[in-house]
């Protein structure tokens, strides 16, 4: 019997139920849950219930925008957890186990190096390993390698979670850019700025150096969207930092030289140990790697 005295149905005890518990659990808010599981908050909700009817438990706290768990989510979570990483493991050792360069291999990277860099060149990809199928996972956030959202991934940052494997496969440089019709019609002492959110991306040396050149000149935009910053220097509006495989490639940009030393970002390849003999997993590190050789 359950604590609150209803029995427990586990016939109906379903494992995707529990996992889409333990990632609300982990994130925080159905609409993070729902973004990390690639489903509708909708969705999130649904499973949680499910697994609450199955438990006879209540195990979030609904009442405000946050979730928090209650004192039985936090045991039941406390348990899952251990089960949740023995599925992760053995999800690992089937795709490490697969024979032969075939199936899907889900990589991630920020926005800007999935578009611009990663999807230009799948074509390549295919051509050598055409039974290869590509989940491509463009987003700020770093997804979880542990947990298997995704294979393997370009990071702008050394891992130190425990179990990955990182190496450098190359760096790239920033300049400011600016509408060559701005650049000539406007003083460099009535330069506007475009930057990032300081609470997100305050600390990023790209950020840190748009700040020093700044000095006590506008910042007029603030977005964490680098497309949306290039939008917004093709439209006059100031000059962003940009990298150089973006804004050297827009025709309707051009460079602002500065007296500052140029700042840049290495780029990581990681993989979970797990999976680093993989054979479709090596092949597509292969091409990653490749993709980035060209990068400056």
């Known amino acids: 019997m359950s604590a609150s005295g209803k029995r427990l149905d586990r016939d109906n005890l379903d494992w995707e139920d529990l996992h889409h518990f333990m990632v609300l659990a ?14 509708d ?32 989510g936090q045991r039941i979570a406390g348990i899952a957890a251990p089960m949740e990483e023995a599925t992760f493991a053995v999800s690992r050792a089937a795709q490490a186990a ?5 199936g899907e291999v889900a990589i991630s990277a920020p926005p800007s190096l999935a ?3 990663i999807a230009p060149q799948l074509v390549r990809l ?26 393997v991934a370009l990071r702008l940052a050394r891992p130190a979670e425990p179990g990955l494997i990182a190496r450098k496969v190359g760096s790239f440089g920033f ?29 990023t040396a790209q950020q840190k150096w748009l700040k020093v050149i700044a000095g006590g000149n506008e910042i007029v935009l603030r977005t964490n969207d680098l497309e949306n910053q290039a939008a917004a220097a093709r439209a006059g509006v100031g000059l ?44 597509v590190m292969e091409f990653l790697a490749d993709c980035m050789k060209a990068v400056k």
């Open 126 to 151: 295919r051509q050598r390993h055409p039974r290869i199928r590509i989940k491509l996972i463009g987003e700020k956030r770093s997804a979880s390698l542990s947990r298997r959202e995704a294979d």
């Open 115 to 117: 578009n611009a860099i």
């Open 26 to 39: 982990r994130e925080g808010t159905l609409s993070a849950a729902a973004r990390a599981l690639g489903v």
């Open 98 to 102: 697969k024979p032969g360069i075939s």
């Open 240 to 283: 962003a930092a940009l990298p150089h495989f973006l804004g050297d490639r827009d025709p309707l940009l051009a460079r602002y030289k500065v007296a500052q030393k140029p700042v840049s970002r290495d780029v990581w390849l990681v993989v979970h140990r797990d999976l680093r003999h993989a054979p479709a997993v090596r092949a």
């Open 41 to 72: 908050h909708a969705t999130v909700a649904r499973r949680v219930a499910a697994l609450e009817a199955s438990v006879a438990l209540k195990l979030v706290d609904r009442r405000s925008r946050t979730t928090t768990l209650t004192d039985d």
């Open 175 to 203: 300049s400011l850019y600016g509408a060559p019709a701005y650049l000539k019609e406007t003083p460099p002492h009535a330069f506007a700025y475009i930057a990032y959110d300081e609470i997100i991306m305050g600390d």
